[in-house]
Every structure is written in C-alpha cells, then in structure tokens.
C-alpha cells in the first residue's frame, strides 16, 4: 500500500507546476477541498471560503483542491489554470516541507464524494518518515449530525428572511443527494429542523436522490396557503445544477418548469451558493478551528 501511494504521490507532482524541494518556512497548511465548478460565476463561493480561511489563519498557508477531474480539465482548457486533485496538493505539500495539515472539504454531506477524500486522506496519513506528515486531519462537511442541521436551519431561517416575510411564499432547496448513501438522509434530518423553526416554509428535495421534486410537489400541495415559491440552491456553489437543472427555463425537466407544470405560476430564483453567505463561511471557519485547537 505505502509502494502505491508513493508512486501516485511523485506521479502526481509531474503535473504540478512550481514545485520545490526546499523546506518551507511555513510548517502548517490548510487544504480547502470542493468538487469544484466550471460556471464562472460561480466560483466566487469557493474563494469566499478560501479565502476566509486564509484571514483566520494567517501563520497557515491555505491551497485549493479540486476533486472533479472533468471540471479541473475545463478549467485547464478554457483559461489554463491548473488546480489540483486532492492526491497532487498533498503531495506537493510534503514535498515542499509541511508537517502539519488540515484538509477541509466544502461538501454538504459525508457522502460518496467525501468518502473518496477520506481514503486518500488515510492513505496519505499511513506514511512516516520522510513521506510522511507530523499530523493529517480532515474535516467535516457543513452537514454532520443533528447539530450542524439546527444551525444551518438558522442560517437558512436568516437567509430568507425578506422573502418568507410574505406569508404565502415558501423555499424551495435543491441539494445534490447521494443515492445508496446513509448520509442522505441528512437532508431530512435538514427538513425536520426547518419544519421546527419554520412549518411549511421550506421544502427540500435532491437532484440524484430523495426527496425528489415529485416528493417536494407532493408536500407542497399539502400546504395550500403557498402561492409563490422561491427556488435556490442548497449547495456551496450555484453552478450547473443550480442554472439547468434547478432554473433552467428552456429545460422542460428542470424544477422550474415542472413546479410550473404543477400549478405554480409565481416563481422566482436565488441562484447564490451557500458559500457566499458569511454565515456559512464563519462555520466553516468554526469546523477549521475545532481541529486547530
């Protein structure tokens, strides 16, 4: 095992520019690492939480890592900036002498794609020595547990505040999903705190999992008070979901158009990510920090 993670880890750096093998003054670093986005637009929400990171820590140095080859491909193909896999950023940390590292993902939940930087984060944490890190951590996604469903349930509760100030308007949330995963039901354990804070005003449903948008129209005929809907993204990026499959209005199958087709004619959209709202960023900042102290 230790023969294969060293050959990924030198194969790796081949494709990492500016590498040097000199000791780095810094022995701390943070890796912030996202699925990534092609939307242009959209980025903004990665570098909101990058770079609060990189105000919190300062004495940290803070990289970015992509775990979508299709979207770092794009990038490389349409502006030519190359960010790394989460196996190349590590690599070239140790390379470059760092001996103590966060990794700190973006995602919503601990699903198949956390899963995946789980296992090169213990793959990497195996090592001593030389090719080894003094210490390896990863951090945990917005989502985690009943906790972190409560405290987003406030930051969603705030978000909208001057949309649910009209009583017959409700939110609905298009998260990704994982299908076959436990950590889907998370979205639910989501839903079952909004319905606490908020009853009736916020229905969430997933792209590639359940609730599906036939389960969100179902609930939402059960509150016919509703007349107007607002659609926004419950994902740290408003990228290509968010615009197609979310907003899209020439895409007969998007949410748009099918809440349409429902019975909805008063429909708006937020296309924000989550990772532009400074409520989000102070808890990604809080989950760095936890592992710092």
Sequence with gaps: MHKIIIALSLISLLFVPQVSLAQDSAKSAILVVSFGTSVPEARHAIDNLVNTARKAFPDSEVRLAFTSNIIRRKIVRESGDIIPNPVQALAQLNDEGFSDVIVMPTHMIPGEEYD???????AFGSLSGKYGFKSLTLGTPLLYGVYDCEGLADVLINRFKAQLANKDTAIVLMGHGTPEHFANALYSQLQLALDTKAYGRFFIGTV?????????????????????LVLSPLMIVAGDHAHNDLAGEDDPESWLNVLKSAGYKNISTYLVGLGDDENIARKFESKIRELMD
């Design 208 to 228: 590639e999992a359940a609730p599906k948008i036939e389960d969100v129209i179902a609930k939402l005929k059960r509150h016919p008070k509703v007349k107007k």
């Design 116 to 122: 995946e930087i789980a296992d090169v984060v213990d």
